[in-house]
Nanobody, 120 residues
Framework: QVQLVESGGGLVQPGGSLKLSCEASGSIFSINAMGWYRQAPGKQRELVAG???????NYAVSVKGRFTISRDNAKNTVYLQMNSLKPEDTAVYYC??????????????WGQGTQVTVSS
């Protein structure tokens, strides 16, 4: 019954900005770490950014200084602010959350994916 729904993807020119959102809903007891992954055509899925329940963050070297991950615990939502976008950032972006459902142990949950295309 727990699910993650992503939004905010789209087409943007190089140097532009985009903000992704991912909201968790359902029978949730608590949400621990959350993060964003991406997968480009012909490539492996890679971690882009992660954030703990306490707000500690980490980033892939390729996006450090350009992307910012944040979360709103009251809204069960994680965000990814993407600035100075490059064509190499083009990929399907997936949100991930480690969630403890009601009456169950922690599980990994994934969003449906949202396409981000950076092109001139």
């Amino acid at each position: 019954q727990v699910q993650l729904v992503e939004s905010g993807g789209g087409l943007v020119q190089p140097g532009g900005s985009l903000k992704l959102s991912c909201e968790a809903s359902g029978s949730i007891f608590s949400i621990n770490a959350m993060g964003w992954y991406r997968q480009a055509p012909g490539k492996q899925r890679e971690l882009v950014a992660g954030i703990t329940s306490g707000g500690r963050t980490n980033y892939a070297v390729s996006v450090k200084g350009r992307f910012t991950i944040s979360r709103d615990n009251a809204k069960n939502t994680v965000y990814l602010q993407m600035n100075s976008l490059k064509p190499e950032d083009t990929a399907v972006y997936y949100c991930n959350a480690r969630i403890v459902p009601l009456l169950d142990r922690e599980h990994d949950y994934w969003g449906q994916g949202t396409q981000v295309t950076v092109s001139s």
